[in-house]
């Protein structure tokens, strides 16, 4: 065994423990797998341990000692591609969070500009023909005038501001949108590990 013989919770204890138990009748079938490392080499043991009365009516047991290194080796591999796969599937998931969100934005930004456009050009001819009234009236009181230029200046600089940001919503969607290909290629990539480390759980369970 790997740890000194009798030492409480070793492999050894465990076993000898065991085999105690299945010869005395208290236990009828024992199986145990434990950890065996070289110092340049990963080992793993089961033992199983079944006992039975011989024809002298004595109790006694059989014991089998397997190496079972190869599948052990198996499983922590099969542990890394189930890892990988899962940290695949999170990066992909959060590139298609991004994307959903960055589209409903463009969608609200796009439903909000036409709700202020209406209104601007309301005030925006509103403006043209109180100006245009005034001109009929005589002469325009400056203050009145002022503030009549003041409007149309402010509606101008507004619709500015409203297509800069129709501009900045088009160009971060269309980046996404491109990155739509790489997110595709992204899922592809992580079935096709899925389907690998599947191949690979199979395998380990055959052998």
């Known amino acids: 065994m790997c740890e000194r013989s009798g030492q409480p919770g070793s492999s050894s204890r465990v076993i000898g423990d065991a085999l105690q138990s299945v010869l005395n009748g208290s236990l009828d079938r024992f199986e145990y797998e434990y950890p065996c490392h070289a110092p340049h080499e990963k080992r793993?043991?089961?033992?199983?341990?079944?006992?039975?009365?011989?024809?002298?009516?004595?109790?006694?047991?059989?014991?089998?000692h397997e190496n079972i290194s190869t599948l052990k080796l198996s499983?922590?591999?099969?542990?890394?591609?189930r890892d990988d796969v899962q940290a695949e599937l999170d990066?992909?998931?959060?590139?298609l969070v991004k994307h959903t969100r960055l589209v409903t934005i463009g969608q609200v930004a796009a439903s909000?500009?036409?709700?202020?456009?209406?209104?601007?050009?309301?005030i925006r001819n509103a403006t043209y023909l109180l100006k245009k009234?005034?001109?009929?009236?005589?002469p325009v009181d400056a203050?009145?005038?002022?503030?009549?230029?003041?409007?149309?200046?402010e509606i101008i600089e507004f619709e500015a501001e409203i297509k800069d940001a129709e501009q900045a919503l088009e160009e971060a969607k269309s980046r996404y949108e491109g990155g739509g290909d790489k997110v595709r290629?992204?899922?592809k990539r992580?079935?096709?590990?899925?389907?690998?480390?599947?191949?690979?759980?199979?395998?380990?369970?055959?052998?």
């Open 44 to 64: 793993w043991f089961r033992v199983q341990i079944g006992g039975y009365v011989d024809e002298s009516g004595q109790r006694a047991a059989v014991l089998s």
């Open 75 to 81: 499983e922590e591999r099969l542990r890394h591609q």
């Open 91 to 95: 990066r992909v998931r959060a590139d």
């Open 112 to 122: 909000i500009a036409h709700d202020l456009r209406n209104p601007l050009g309301a």
């Open 133 to 138: 009234k005034l001109g009929k009236l005589g």
């Open 143 to 153: 203050d009145l005038e002022r503030y009549t230029t003041i409007i149309d200046e």
């Open 185 to 187: 290629e992204e899922q």
């Open 190 to 207: 992580v079935a096709e590990a899925r389907k690998a480390a599947a191949a690979a759980d199979k395998k380990v369970r055959t052998e």
